[in-house]
């Protein structure tokens, strides 16, 4: 008996190992990890060009792309057990981005000293607004997504192996009753990703074109 329990020792440990490689578990993993760009201080590249006019193509390539690409698979359970792990992906890269983004944003900020009462200033503050209120509605989208990948794959048998993990993604799906509810659920998180990335990048693009008129009114000759 000894020798048995001993020989299973081994196989038990590894299934649970395995198990900690699962998707839904490398995916919050990569979640969590991605964190470490909030806190990654950036303001410029090289020869005092700025950071942030740079870095912010990627979440507005990026979120979209994730955005209108869950929207789709949403209306359809194939669709989704086949994209929503990429889909997962490519949110956990784009929440990354746009944190580095958003710090780079306000070491620019903080270099033009844009805090003042004009047109410019303000139009920055509504932006960086945006841009917060976009942060919170991209780790909410993430966040929703992961669990509904979780308890999709649970509901179809699918254990990672690892008791309370198992456990949790069981429990959610008691909560939510059906992955159709989580896969709502993403899908408005989706819509509030893509009106704020919209909203933050035009209000971006406002301040910028009123700074060059101002530039420009400035330029030219009294008389």
């Known amino acids: 008996m000894t020798t048995q329990n001993a020989s299973l ?90 944190d580095l983004t958003l710090n780079a944003g306000n070491s620019l900020r903080n270099d033009l000293d844009l805090y003042g009462n004009s047109t410019v200033d303000s139009l920055i503050n509504r932006h960086a607004n945006a841009a917060s209120i976009l942060q919170i509605f991209t780790i909410a989208f993430t966040v929703a997504l992961i669990v509904t990948i979780a308890i999709d794959l649970h509901s179809r048998g699918r254990r990672t192996g690892v008791g309370a993990l198992d456990a949790v993604a069981g429990l959610l799906l008691t909560v939510l009753r059906s992955v159709r509810t989580g896969r709502v659920i993403v899908g408005l998180l989706a819509l509030g990703c893509l009106y704020f990335v919209f909203l933050t990048g035009d209000l971006g693009a406002r301040a910028v074109w009123q700074g060059r008129i101002a530039a420009a009114q400035h330029a030219q000759p009294a008389g």
């Open 9 to 98: 020792a081994p196989s038990n440990f590894s299934g649970r190992f395995r198990g900690w490689l699962a998707p839904q578990v490398l995916l919050a993993a990569a979640f969590v990890l991605s964190f470490i760009f909030a806190v990654i201080q950036v303001n410029t590249v090289w020869e005092g060009l700025p950071m942030h006019p740079l870095l912010v193509h990627v979440p507005v390539i990026l979120i979209p792309t994730v955005g209108v690409g869950t929207l789709i698979v949403v209306f359809r359970q194939e669709w989704f057990e086949r994209h929503s792990l990429w889909l997962a992906a490519v949110s956990v890269v784009a929440l990354g981005a746009l």
